[in-house]
């Protein structure tokens, strides 16, 4: 009788999925958190074919929001594109999300090493005088493990990449603040996962800290963009460039920059390309410098009204974090008390959107927490957060 039972089950279920029109399973699958997408791969093949092809999710970039001290994360996941032309409201999918890291000491601090590349974060978490690196998935609430690198924690930076041929994850590994042509390259995922050392062909140091236009630095280096992974550097003639490493082929190549003298600025994606956005000489612009062929280091130059066009008090309270994919420069608060309030502006339409969004972060949530009354500590943003279901 019960294998009578399983068997109408599995008839119902896959002549249910079969006579589901494909666009209509993509829309049902699209109002889904992430999490249970994971879920449901199992449902059907129909099911499983959709939510394993890439662009799958990179439909649907969102805003994450990150914030935390010691041995907590806060994080929101919020939805970026504009939900409603008629509001300037939005609303989370899901509610501020935390968790301790349980798998440590209590107070056992962690720092953010990277930047998000599709769907992960890579922290460092330091207890005793062992700290560990582990990738940070926030949408599927996991941590992963990864070895320890040959050269010494104290002087490295890491930067991670993305392919999105093969879909892997990369880790680079080079020395701060020291002259090398050498590095050290994991693939996340692999089995065995091991660090690979070879020869960069271009000695160079890393320059960290250079990514950011206000406010503090995080010391987050690089950006990917289509496989490919940026970053600052000088090379041994005290010349400051970009350095281009293609994930796939890992091999490095130089970019000169258009620019002479020192200059603080935002390296970021725009409409597909490497992008450097930072006040102009004179202040009164915004310069974006867009990559248009590395190969010839070819640059195309733009200048834009500031934030303060638009209201100075708008240019004191919020920050440049990012551009979005629809070419909307992502403007957050420089500090967070309640409401969460994000600017985004496209400056080719010259179009401006204030979004309020909801939950915010209330007296009840501060208490229930122990977060008291003062800016929210560890505060990020990351725009076009691509939630993956990698674990």
Not at 253 to 277: F, H, N, Q
Not at 349 to 371: A, M, N, Q, S, W
Request: positive net charge.
């Amino acid at each position: 009788m019960e294998q009578q039972d399983e068997e109408k089950r599995e008839v119902f279920t896959r002549t249910a999925t079969q006579s589901l029109p494909l666009e209509l399973a993509s829309i049902i699958l699209s109002k889904l958190p992430t999490k249970s997408v994971a879920r449901f791969r199992c449902v059907s093949k129909l099911w499983s074919s959709i939510t394993s092809d890439p662009s799958y999710f990179n439909t649907r970039p969102r805003l994450l929001v990150t914030f935390g001290e010691v041995d907590k994360f806060y994080f929101y996941s919020l939805p970026q594109h504009n939900q409603n032309p008629n509001t300037n409201v939005a609303y989370s999918s899901q509610p501020i999300d935390h968790y301790p890291i349980r798998t440590y000491p209590k107070h056992s601090p962690f720092i953010i090493k990277t930047e998000l590349v599709h769907g992960l974060i890579i922290l460092m978490i330091s207890y005793l005088d062992s700290p560990d690196l582990i990738a940070w998935n926030p949408t599927m609430r996991r941590f992963i493990n990864i070895p320890n690198p040959r050269w010494g924690w104290k002087n490295v930076t890491f930067l991670l990449g993305y392919d999105p041929v093969e879909c892997k994850h990369k880790l680079v590994c080079m020395p701060r603040d020291t002259t090398a042509d050498e590095c050290q390259v994991l693939t996340l995922g692999s089995y065995p996962e091991l660090w690979r050392r070879f020869d960069t062909n271009h000695k160079h140091c890393l320059l960290t800290g250079n990514n950011t236009l206000e406010g503090k630095i995080t010391g987050l280096c690089g950006r990917c963009i289509n496989g490919v992974l940026y970053y600052h550097a000088k090379l041994c003639s005290d010349k400051v460039v970009i350095m281009r490493f293609d994930i796939r082929s890992e091999k490095f190549d130089v970019i000169k920059l258009p620019w002479g003298k020192s200059w603080r600025m935002l390296m970021t994606c725009y409409e597909g390309k490497l992008a450097c956005v930072g006040y102009s000489r004179s202040g009164k612009s915004i310069s974006l410098w867009v990559l248009e062929d590395g190969t010839n280091h070819q640059w195309s130059n733009h200048l834009y009204q500031p934030l303060s066009h638009y209201g100075q008090d708008l240019q004191d309270k919020f920050k440049l974090v990012g551009i979005t994919d629809d070419g909307e420069f992502v403007y957050a608060p420089k500090t967070l008390l309640k409401a969460l309030d994000v600017i985004y502006l496209n400056p080719k339409r010259k179009t401006l959107r204030r979004v309020e969004y909801i939950p915010t972060v209330d007296d009840g949530f501060r208490r229930r927490h122990g977060l008291g009354d003062g800016p929210l500590p560890g505060l990020h943003f990351f725009p076009n957060h691509i939630e993956t279901i990698m674990s």
